[in-house]
């Protein structure tokens, strides 16, 4: 089955630096998505990307597509207290009804 | 808009009890999940729906059973509670297939078997 890996496992950074968390699939995706699970809280969906080498921006997040889509990343500039929890990659493909989420990357900050 | 609802929130079982997790959207999307979280660790889908009727197994379904008799409701049942079931239930849905759309996610159900 698919299998969707994402490193670091944990990832403490000062309050103003920078973080990023790479998401890496055993085989092409037709696309991926982003959640964001606050401590306690649920998944919330942040972007999804579809096309090879995309490139989206969210103020501070940057998500990226590999151009062989089959990785991609997000960048936060500058990390705030409220960046902190754990950032999932789900990989899917069109026409499969389910989505394969990553091992997730739990990010803290440091004030 | 309420969302994806679950009930309980929390939930203390003895081994062997049984119990139904509620899970109900009021979007009328068609596509329904079920996942369970264990601490510190990802999602893992368990059962899911593509619409009223139709329910298929995810990765771990052992000792869980499903239905889907409305577009809205998806219930999630567990007949014969076990230590490794403890852990923290998401109910999820999306309009079209999870590839194509986001997923809305209920606030959870922390579940923990003695």
């Known amino acids: 089955g698919q299998q969707v890996m994402q490193i670091p496992q944990y990832q403490h950074v000062q309050e103003g630096e920078d973080f990023t968390t790479y998401c890496n699939s055993s085989?092409?995706?037709?696309?991926i998505q982003w959640y964001k699970q606050r401590p306690g809280g649920h998944p919330v969906f942040l972007i999804q990307?579809?096309?090879?080498?995309e490139v989206k921006k969210q103020k501070r997040l940057t998500f990226q597509f590999g151009e062989a889509k089959k990785n991609s990343s997000l960048h936060i500039t500058a990390t705030q207290t409220t960046d902190v929890g754990t950032y999932f990659c789900?990989?899917?493909?069109?026409?499969?009804?389910?989505?394969?989420f990553g091992t997730g990357t739990r990010l803290t900050i440091i004030p | 808009n309420a969302g994806v609802t679950q009930t309980p929130k929390f939930r203390i079982l003895k081994i062997g009890q049984s119990m139904t997790l509620q899970c109900t959207q009021d979007?009328?999307?068609?596509?329904m999940y079920w996942y369970r979280q264990d601490p510190g660790m990802g999602l893992k889908l368990i059962y899911y729906?593509?619409?009223?009727?139709?329910?298929d197994k995810g990765e771990v379904p052992n000792g869980y059973n499903v239905s889907r008799s409305t577009t809205e409701d998806f219930p999630l049942r567990l007949e014969l509670a076990a230590p490794s079931q403890t852990s923290v239930y998401f109910c999820?849905?999306?309009?079209?297939?999870?590839?194509?759309?986001?997923?809305?996610f209920g606030d959870g159900t922390r579940l923990s078997i003695l």
């Open positions: 085989t092409t995706l037709s696309n």
């Open positions: 999820a849905s999306s309009y079209l297939e999870a590839g194509r759309q986001p997923q809305h």
């Open positions: 979007m009328n999307h068609n596509y």
């Open positions: 729906s593509v619409g009223a009727g139709i329910t």
């Open positions: 990307l579809v096309k090879s080498g």
């Open positions: 789900a990989a899917g493909n069109f026409g499969n009804e389910k989505l394969t």
